[in-house]
């Protein structure tokens, strides 16, 4: 009989699930009973039993022992009670106290075994008691590890625990195996059923670990699965496009450009042209540290797809990027007869019409624009090479629908959120990376300062003599993340401010509430100098490129990440001149001080996210919506990451193995492809 999958059974099956509590569970993306018993505790309270003369005095603890008196209450204030009574625990003769817990009192009899959870004060012999049983009245939690989860509204810990027990006691038994046998084996695994039984009840910290570990390494396995699936699924049906790039064009065009590219360039274009080449889709992740230029580099790949007969996309985060980047590739790709062409959520109507038509009969040849690029109306007539800039990241199930929809492109990720080049490869199992490890030649480092509040006067006066040489300067607003309207006020107040202050220039605001063409409009003024200081909130953020600029500010730098700042800092030190950063904030916390310092100490983004790294401990690092990486209910791609290099191989060597897509033995493994998307084909049941 083939077993119930746990996926299709409902919450409610679980005794003591109402519809309430359903709803509540599905509140925490708990939907199934398979959601719920993966619904791991993220610590244990421990309630083992300890022997006094090894505990320390402050510790909490577990003892048992046998009750000496009779209870002595004492009541006070409102509802308020202190109860004592001696325990006699080993040797020792010990107070236990209880607050408003009078209610005991007549359970407490001489004589009785009692089992004390709390902390112990040595000097006074005495134990505060958080939790109390007795051993009469059947087991209880005594010399256990009990579960603690992250619950909020109606659900309680002490419900989650319940439930847990119940949905466990009912469905655990049907708990697949899902990992290969021979995996199981290799690392003597326990069974799943078991593993994820004792995640939950650990007997000790040992074996709770050992489930871990067993569940840590299926999370990364399934997930490494999943991207070498795809990998092979798409190397194998060699159906990308096989670009026919003359090296002799892209030479000329390269000729053309105003600098000559750094080695680290030349070095990623080549890899980049010999997958465009190849008749396998590209998917190639291109990491390099803010101003290491990445753009010409894809301006590259753009022209060596249109001169092989194909169109181009540029996909990016904001309309402000799209404007600029379509402005950068216009004064490239114009002396070479390649049309561009700009789609924005603000380009509508006859514009749109005309543009969509234009693209659909390859009259545009490349097409900058944001996620509107992807639209279900988008039609190209032969789109060849998809690139994205910052932050955007087609996932792999992404991917798998582009390829279905017709539209075959090779893509190209560019990211400036640097990580080591060996978790990215892993991290990243369907991409090969590329890395610009080097900074164009000539560049003067950004000299990074920390001041405080108080120093804003100087910092003005500061401004200003940059201003007086001709430079340009960005003040970045504190961040406001639970009020974008406060972002605005704020920066709206900044404005007037600085306005005052310096009189005799240009000062310009930029922020979220206004509408595209305004931006544009005054960005277009600030790359032109005829702004001289521009006042925004993080719009501005990614991928601005005006190299005059020379001064970036930042108020509150504190309440930034460390990613972050490292990206405003990106903004100058773009051309010729000295550059300077300027963070102004007085961090009250040890972290928050050691991140100001981080900054001034250097301005190279490996180092930035290593230091990162260090500050924020494993996973929070990847928290940060920039890094695209996918998040884990128990790895941690930083703390596991040998774990995570074991599992890609692992995975790799299977679906590179024939037998993997027509063995019985997979079908559990293939299905849970199908369902992903990833794998369209015969399950071979
Ligand atoms: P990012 O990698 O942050 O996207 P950009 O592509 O915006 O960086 O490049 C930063 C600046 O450096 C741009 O003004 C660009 O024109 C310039 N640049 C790019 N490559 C070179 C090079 N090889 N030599 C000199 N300047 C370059
Ligand atoms: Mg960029």
């Given at each position: 009989?083939?077993q119930?999958?746990?996926?299709?059974?409902?919450?409610?099956?679980?005794?003591?699930?109402?519809?309430?509590?359903?709803?509540e569970?599905?509140?925490?993306?708990?939907?199934?009973?398979?959601?719920?018993?993966?619904?791991?505790?993220?610590?244990?309270?421990?309630?083992?039993?300890?022997?006094?003369?090894?505990?320390?005095?402050?510790?909490?603890?577990?003892?048992?022992?046998?009750?000496?008196?009779?209870?002595?209450v004492?009541?006070?204030?409102?509802?308020?009670?202190?109860?004592?009574?001696?325990?006699?625990?080993?040797?020792?003769?010990?107070?236990?106290?209880?607050?408003?817990?009078?209610?005991?009192?007549?359970?407490?009899?001489?004589?009785?075994?009692?089992?004390?959870?709390?902390?112990?004060?040595?000097?006074?012999?005495?134990?505060?008691?958080?939790?109390?049983?007795?051993?009469?009245?059947?087991?209880?939690?005594?010399?256990?590890?009990?579960?603690?989860?992250?619950?909020?509204g109606?659900?309680t810990?002490?419900?989650m625990?319940?439930?847990?027990?119940?949905?466990?006691?009912?469905?655990?038994?049907?708990?697949?195996?899902?990992?290969?046998?021979?995996?199981?084996e290799?690392?003597?695994?326990?069974?799943?059923?078991?593993?994820?039984?004792?995640?939950?009840?650990?007997?000790?910290?040992?074996?709770?670990?050992?489930?871990?570990?067993?569940?840590?390494?299926?999370?990364?396995?399934m997930?490494?699965?999943?991207?070498?699936?795809?990998?092979?699924?798409?190397?194998?049906?060699?159906?990308?496009?096989?670009?026919?790039?003359?090296?002799?064009?892209?030479?000329?065009?390269?000729?053309?450009?105003?600098?000559?590219?750094?080695?680290?360039q030349?070095?990623?274009?080549?890899?980049?042209?010999?997958?465009?080449?190849?008749?396998?889709?590209?998917?190639?992740?291109?990491?390099?540290?803010?101003?290491?230029?990445?753009?010409?580099?894809?301006?590259?790949?753009?022209?060596?797809?249109?001169?092989?007969?194909?169109?181009?996309?540029?996909?990016?985060?904001?309309?402000?990027?799209?404007?600029?980047?379509?402005?950068?590739?216009?004064?490239?790709?114009?002396?070479?007869?390649?049309?561009?062409?700009?789609?924005?959520?603000?380009?509508t109507?006859?514009?749109?019409?005309?543009?969509?038509?234009?693209?659909?009969?390859g009259?545009?040849?490349?097409?900058?624009?944001?996620?509107?690029?992807?639209?279900?109306?988008?039609?190209?007539?032969?789109?060849?090479?998809?690139?994205?800039?910052?932050?955007?990241?087609?996932?792999?199930?992404?991917?798998?629908?582009?390829?279905?929809?017709?539209?075959?492109?090779?893509?190209?990720?560019?990211?400036?959120?640097?990580?080591?080049?060996?978790l990215?490869?892993?991290?990243?199992?369907?991409?090969?990376?590329?890395?610009?490890?080097?900074?164009?030649?000539?560049?003067?480092?950004?000299?990074?300062?920390?001041?405080?509040?108080?120093?804003?006067?100087?910092?003005?006066?500061?401004?200003r003599?940059?201003?007086?040489?001709?430079?340009?300067?960005?003040?970045?607003?504190?961040?406001?993340?639970?009020?974008?309207?406060?972002?605005?006020?704020?920066?709206?107040?900044?404005?007037?401010?600085?306005?005052?202050?310096?009189?005799?220039?240009?000062?310009?605001?930029?922020?979220?509430?206004?509408?595209?063409?305004?931006?544009?409009?005054?960005?277009?003024?600030?790359?032109r100098?005829?702004?001289?200081?521009?006042?925004?909130?993080?719009?501005?953020?990614?991928?601005?490129?005006?190299?005059?600029?020379?001064?970036?500010?930042?108020?509150?730098?504190?309440?930034?990440?460390?990613?972050?700042?490292?990206?405003?800092?990106?903004?100058?030190?773009?051309?010729?001149?000295?550059?300077?950063?300027?963070?102004?904030?007085?961090?009250?916390?040890?972290?928050?001080?050691?991140?100001?310092?981080?900054?001034?100490?250097?301005?190279?983004?490996?180092?930035?996210?290593?230091?990162?790294?260090?500050?924020?401990?494993?996973?929070?690092?990847?928290?940060?919506?920039?890094?695209?990486?996918?998040?884990?209910?128990?790895?941690?791609?930083?703390?596991?990451?040998?774990?995570?290099?074991?599992?890609?191989?692992?995975?790799?060597?299977?679906?590179?193995?024939a037998?993997?897509?027509?063995?019985?033995?997979?079908?559990?493994?293939?299905?849970?492809?199908?369902?992903?998307?990833?794998?369209?084909?015969?399950?071979?049941?």
């Amino acid at each position: 009989m083939e077993q119930m999958d746990l996926r299709q059974i409902s919450l409610r099956k679980v005794s003591g699930v109402s519809a309430p509590k359903e709803l509540e569970l599905h509140a925490f993306g708990i939907l199934s009973v398979a959601d719920l018993l993966e619904y791991y505790p993220y610590r244990y309270e421990d309630y083992r039993l300890r022997d006094l003369t090894e505990v320390k005095d402050g510790e909490k603890v577990t003892v048992e022992g046998k009750i000496a008196s009779p209870p002595v209450v004492s009541r006070f204030g409102r509802n308020k009670s202190r109860m004592t009574c001696k325990v006699m625990i080993g040797d020792f003769l010990v107070t236990a106290t209880w607050f408003n817990r009078h209610f005991l009192q007549e359970q407490i009899i001489a004589g009785r075994e009692i089992v004390l959870t709390g902390k112990w004060e040595q000097k006074r012999m005495q134990i505060t008691v958080a939790d109390s049983e007795f051993p009469d009245r059947g087991s209880g939690r005594k010399g256990t590890l009990q579960p603690v989860y992250t619950v909020h509204g109606k659900i309680t810990q002490t419900w989650m625990r319940k439930t847990m027990v119940q949905a466990l006691t009912q469905f655990g038994a049907m708990i697949e195996e899902v990992l290969p046998y021979a995996l199981v084996e290799q690392y003597h695994f326990m069974p799943r059923k078991q593993a994820i039984a004792l995640i939950h009840h650990p007997q000790n910290t040992e074996e709770g670990q050992q489930a871990r570990n067993r569940m840590v390494y299926e999370e990364l396995f399934m997930f490494q699965l999943k991207l070498q699936a795809f990998r092979t699924l798409t190397r194998e049906r060699m159906d990308g496009i096989a670009h026919q790039v003359e090296n002799r064009t892209v030479r000329e065009f390269v000729r053309s450009l105003p600098f000559e590219l750094t080695d680290a360039q030349k070095q990623v274009v080549t890899e980049i042209l010999s997958d465009l080449r190849s008749p396998s889709c590209m998917n190639r992740l291109l990491q390099g540290d803010v101003g290491s230029g990445k753009t010409v580099v894809a301006a590259i790949a753009l022209f060596a797809t249109v001169r092989a007969g194909y169109q181009g996309a540029l996909m990016v985060p904001t309309e402000i990027l799209a404007e600029q980047h379509l402005r950068s590739l216009q004064k490239l790709f114009e002396p070479h007869g390649i049309q561009v062409g700009l789609l924005t959520g603000s380009v509508t109507g006859r514009k749109r019409k005309d543009l969509l038509a234009s693209l659909q009969m390859g009259m545009i040849d490349i097409v900058v624009g944001t996620h509107a690029l992807i639209q279900e109306d988008v039609f190209f007539r032969q789109l060849g090479l998809v690139v994205t800039d910052e932050q955007h990241r087609f996932g792999v199930n992404q991917r798998s629908i582009l390829r279905r929809k017709g539209m075959n492109p090779d893509v190209l990720t560019m990211t400036a959120t640097p990580i080591p080049r060996t978790l990215a490869i892993s991290a990243f199992g369907d991409m090969d990376v590329s890395t610009i490890s080097e900074r164009p030649k000539g560049r003067k480092p950004i000299q990074t300062f920390w001041v405080k509040h108080s120093m804003l006067e100087r910092v003005l006066g500061f401004i200003r003599k940059e201003v007086d040489q001709g430079r340009q300067a960005y003040m970045i607003c504190p961040l406001i993340e639970e009020s974008e309207k406060i972002d605005v006020q704020n920066a709206i107040d900044l404005h007037v401010q600085i306005q005052q202050a310096l009189p005799h220039y240009r000062v310009g605001l930029l922020h979220g509430r206004m509408s595209a063409q305004e931006k544009e409009e005054v960005m277009q003024q600030f790359s032109r100098n005829e702004v001289q200081v521009l006042i925004s909130t993080t719009v501005i953020e990614v991928g601005v490129d005006v190299p005059n600029s020379t001064l970036m500010i930042i108020m509150d730098a504190d309440r930034f990440g460390l990613s972050q700042l490292h990206q405003l800092r990106g903004r100058v030190g773009r051309g010729e001149h000295q550059s300077y950063c300027i963070l102004i904030a007085d961090p009250k916390s040890e972290v928050g001080q050691q991140r100001m310092q981080v900054m001034t100490e250097t301005d190279d983004g490996f180092e930035v996210s290593r230091r990162d790294l260090e500050l924020r401990g494993p996973g929070d690092f990847f928290g940060t919506k920039q890094s695209g990486l996918p998040e884990f209910r128990l790895a941690d791609m930083v703390a596991d990451f040998a774990v995570l290099e074991q599992a890609r191989d692992d995975a790799g060597r299977l679906v590179n193995d024939a037998a993997f897509w027509t063995s019985a033995q997979y079908v559990g493994l293939r299905k849970f492809l199908q369902r992903e998307q990833i794998f369209q084909g015969d399950l071979l049941d």
